[in-house]
């Protein structure tokens, strides 16, 4: 057991390790999670740990965590081309709030939603959007985080550097 949890945490000690900086792309798809940083105009930036899902190389993933919520963190899922994809509600098993961002990390609007199991909505961005960042429902406000802020994080720098 002991084994097991010094190889898990061997992959963070080795980020943390100043000499060494991994390449965004690997750290991501290896470790799936990253700590990103959202910043609202005029604010202090505001640290959150989010799974990242890549839409284009990691299908199995995506369908594997649809719908879920983490209590202390997000779900960031990244689509290998700008889409207007609506969101189904009966995805979801809890209450939860959908950033929609650009390549850039900037957030281009914000939808909370609620699940359903009968008659569901589909939620319809008004925006065409790289990434979505999901949280649990509110806490984007609770944050002070909304349309124009900005996030931060390797999956971003990844996001930058591929043509659309």
Known sequence: MALLLLLGAMPMVLLA???????????????????????????????????????????EKARRLRGMVLENGGLMWLHPQVTDQPLEAHAYTAPVSVAFFDRNGVILQVLDLKPCSARCPSYFPKV?????????????????????????????????ARSD
């Open 17 to 59: 390790a100043s000499a060494w900086r991994p390449d965004p792309v690997t750290a991501s798809r290896a470790l799936g999670q990253e700590r990103i940083s959202l910043r609202a105009p005029h604010a202090q930036p505001v640290a959150l740990t989010v799974e990242i899902v890549d839409m284009a190389a990691q299908p």
């Open 128 to 160: 065409a959007y790289r990434g979505r960042l999901e949280v649990a429902w509110g806490w984007f406000a609770q944050q002070g985080i909304g349309v124009g802020s900005q996030i931060e994080g390797p999956s971003i720098q990844v996001l930058k």
